[in-house]
């Protein structure tokens, strides 16, 4: 065909690949001009995403540091695999259990002094952990005495250990059906956990709806090291059902039903409760079973007005040890222009107490089951998040952010009069960062 | 799979759906739910409506007042805004002023998807001093626009987003038939087409190209696997006087019509960025083909004298050349112009 106009001349042509990147990234500004809701498809590029992370609970408590590093790649046209390798240092010291504060007749408060150890073996505590001095060799059952308060005993020992997890995922996609296979191994000095999952998600009714189901199965043995050669075995089996369901292109809702099942050794070795019939602490002990549901309610709702996005979660569980938890959790994401972004959170935790929970046991009870874990006790919660993010370029993110935590008694929606010493409040930080290929 | 038309009328356009989907209630589902999202931008951005977003704006630009706009509005005042600077002031949506002194009738025998065209009129130029007195309120250099606020330097100014919202509806239609499964189809809005994907049987969409010179013909044909069609051209509306034809591209330079191109269509990932590109390639006049080019999308144009150009100037010759051996089995086989007799 003849051309009409001269040939092209390279003069104008320089500055064009430019504006065409530049109405290309306009437009896909728009709103509505990418998916809102993906089909579920295998990864397309390579990505590696890494963090650090650091958890204070203040002086003498527990520290973690934490290194992250994960990797997704696609594997043919249907698979896409990831890879997940976490290492963590954990320090400090932890509490083991609590004692009381008496006052006996004549006016004497008896202040059990912890510090007087008698023995002391292991690293984080153990069966020959301090006892506090004997009221004056008679049973407090006998002597009149009322408690006025109470104390907590913090092991005397820091601990000092290292985690290595590593864990690898499949996904196979095919139409509207996607198949996942997890297997991983967490590895520590005195626990190991091997365990396998396997999921499927579903897509119907035109992508709108998501039905997910799930199974997982942990082996774990713990190996405590104030017990050497006792190794307790525990297995942990997961049933998921849930449901997403798009309610229109701005909005989320999405159900999940969660029963897990645990059997075996479920104590934790370090935790002892203070028994005021023998003045002395002994290892706590817990049932062989426990059986747990969870169920999580969550909205999520674009508002392009704002160009902000809110989540709003309500989890509620409860399980056969009496432990009833609600969470209510809301996050606000903002765009804020030039690849920010930031993400303000509050949750709000409350926890009703296990049956077998006392702050310290005035006789054993006969059924064998006990505990003084502050974390099996009732207590309410709040926390704060901030995280901000920033797009460098198109393939690199980074992120930063900062969370809050505040454990208190008073703050459960319970009435209760466990003790408050258990209180503690804790600081996170975390740097992140993620590379597309 | 089957395939499901769903025609409807949009932005004063005939439109129209073709979706591959299991059932007739899957299509038709979708298909509902992409021509409610047309009629809500439709809505939202028509300057026939008092009661749209857009025609809010106009009337703070009337009374030259500022106005603070949502974030919807701002990526298109973003988009325009990126048009006008990579156009070097062609692509311009206050321009549209100038129809208050270029009266443009439809031509009588064009079926094409022009807009309602309020301003009909009998044919007549309009006299230089009243094109350079509305020139004096063209130029998105004469706003001042600091997302979420524009403020106007003079009062009687008027945006249209005409040349942008329809493509940006395709577009969006295609994305939201996308999310709701449907995979293989089509979105025509007026001419301005989003192909999702492929045919069932995986052969590509063929799409006519209109012939700038006899609206009812068509040039020939592109084929489309996924992405954005767009075509820009004088053939909808124009003046003839005194034998000489007056495009309705209007530049917003000269306030005078385009000279230099009768039509260009582009092809793009997107309709909008096609449907700019064309426009803005039709603007640039004689020197569009150059423009066009450089742009590294591909892309056809049609000069006044009927002679092709462009990378799928010989898609469409090819087309062409079946065509006139008669072994072309295409739905929309057109009458048979040839480029070098067009002219």
């Known amino acids: 065909m003849k051309q009409p106009f001269p040939r092209r001349t390279a003069s104008r042509c320089r500055a064009q690949p430019k504006t065409l990147a530049a109405l290309t990234s306009a437009a896909l500004a728009l709103p509505g001009m990418t998916s809102q809701a993906p089909a579920a498809t295998p990864a397309t590029q390579v990505e590696l995403e890494g963090g650090l992370f650091y958890y204070d609970e203040g002086p003498d408590r527990v520290r973690v540091a934490t290194v992250q590093q994960q990797a997704l790649t696609p594997v043919g046209d249907d698979f896409d695999v990831k890879l997940n390798a976490v290492y963590d240092a954990i320090s400090g010291a932890s509490p083991i259990y609590n004692v009381p504060t008496l006052e006996c007749p004549g006016g004497t ?20 952990s301090p006892l506090p001095r004997p009221l004056g060799g008679i049973p407090y059952t006998q002597s009149g005495c009322q408690p006025i308060g109470v104390q907590q005993v913090i092991s005397p020992t820091p601990f000092d250990d290292r985690r290595v997890a590593v864990d690898a995922k499949v996904n196979y996609y095919r139409g509207d059906s996607t198949i996942g296979l997890g297997l991983g191994i967490s590895d520590e000095r005195d626990y190991r956990s091997n365990f396998f999952s396997l999921d499927l998600r579903q897509e119907l009714n035109q992508k709108q709806t998501t039905l997910a189901l799930g199974f997982s199965l942990a082996d774990d043995k713990v190996m405590p090291v104030n017990d050497p050669g006792f190794i307790g075995d525990k297995q942990t089996l997961q049933y998921l059902v849930g449901v997403t369901q798009i309610l229109d292109k701005a909005s989320l809702v999405q159900v999940n039903l969660t029963y897990a099942n645990a059997a075996g050794y479920l104590t934790d070795p370090y935790k002892e409760v203070f028994v005021l019939e023998s003045n002395s602490a002994i290892p706590e002990q817990r049932p062989d079973q426990r059986g747990q549901w969870n169920l999580l309610g969550r909205y999520v709702r674009f508002l392009p007005a704002l160009d902000a996005a809110l989540h709003l979660d309500y989890r509620y569980s409860w399980d056969d040890w009496g432990v009833t938890a609600n969470t209510l959790e809301t996050s606000w994401i903002q765009t804020l222009g030039q690849g920010w972004q930031a993400t303000l959170g509050v949750r709000y935790y409350s926890q009703g107490e296990a049956d077998f929970y006392r702050d310290y046991f005035d006789t054993l009870p006969a059924n064998g089951a006990y505990t003084s874990d502050y974390r099996l006790a009732t207590f309410g919660a709040l926390g704060y998040r901030l995280r901000l993010s920033k797009q460098v370029t198109d393939a690199v993110r980074i992120d930063a952010g900062i969370e809050y935590y505040d454990r208190r008694v008073g703050l459960a929606l319970n009435s209760t009069d466990n003790t408050d010493a258990a209180d503690y409040d804790s600081l996170t930080f975390n740097l992140g960062w993620k590379v597309s290929f | 799979m089957r395939l499901f038309r769903f025609p409807f009328r949009a932005m004063g356009s005939p439109c129209e759906l073709q979706l591959y989907a299991e059932t007739r209630h899957q299509a038709k589902g979708a298909a509902q739910r992409a021509m409610a999202d047309v009629s809500l931008l439709e809505a939202r951005y028509s300057r026939y409506r008092a009661d749209s977003v857009l025609s809010g704006i106009n009337a703070a630009a009337a009374r030259g007042e500022p106005i603070e706009v949502d974030a919807e509005t701002a990526a298109l005042l973003d988009y325009a805004q990126t048009c006008y600077e990579r156009s070097d002031g062609l692509f311009d949506i206050t321009a549209g002023v100038l129809r208050q002194v270029w009266s443009f009738g439809s031509r009588p025998a064009a079926e094409s998807g022009a807009e309602p065209t309020s301003e009909r009129g009998p044919g007549r130029l309009p006299d230089p001093a009243e094109v350079a007195a509305v ?209």
């Open chain 1, 109 to 128: 408060v008896i202040q059990p002094n912890t510090s007087g150890t008698d023995t002391v073996s292991g690293a984080s505590g153990g069966t020959s």
């Open chain 2, 135 to 343: 020139l004096g309120r063209v130029g998105w250099d004469k706003l001042r626009w600091q997302r979420p606020r524009l403020e106007f330097s003079v009062p009687g100014m008027e945006l249209d987003l005409g040349g942008i919202v329809k493509e940006y509806a395709a577009d969006r239609a295609g994305t939201l038939l996308r999310d709701l499964g449907i995979t293989q189809g089509l979105v025509n809005l007026g001419g301005d087409i989003r192909v999702l994907g492929p045919h069932a049987d995986g052969r590509p969409w063929t799409v006519g190209i209109r012939d700038p010179r006899r609206p009812a013909c068509l040039l020939g044909h592109v084929r489309v696997r996924e992405g954005g069609l767009a075509s820009s051209g004088d053939y909808e509306r124009c003046l003839e006087i005194g034998g000489r034809r007056y495009g309705h591209i209007l530049s917003p330079r000269t306030g005078w019509p385009v000279e230099g191109l009768a039509a260009v269509s582009v092809l793009a990932p997107t309709c909008l960025v096609a449907g700019s590109a064309a426009t803005i390639g039709m603007l640039q006049g004689a020197s569009g083909p150059d423009w066009l080019a450089g742009l590294g999308l591909p892309h056809l144009w049609v000069d006044p004298q009927g002679c092709l150009g462009g990378d799928l100037a010989g898609d469409v010759a090819r087309h062409l050349a079946r065509n006139l051996a008669g072994d072309l089995a295409d739905d929309l086989a057109p009458p048979i112009p040839t480029a070098h007799s067009a002219g």
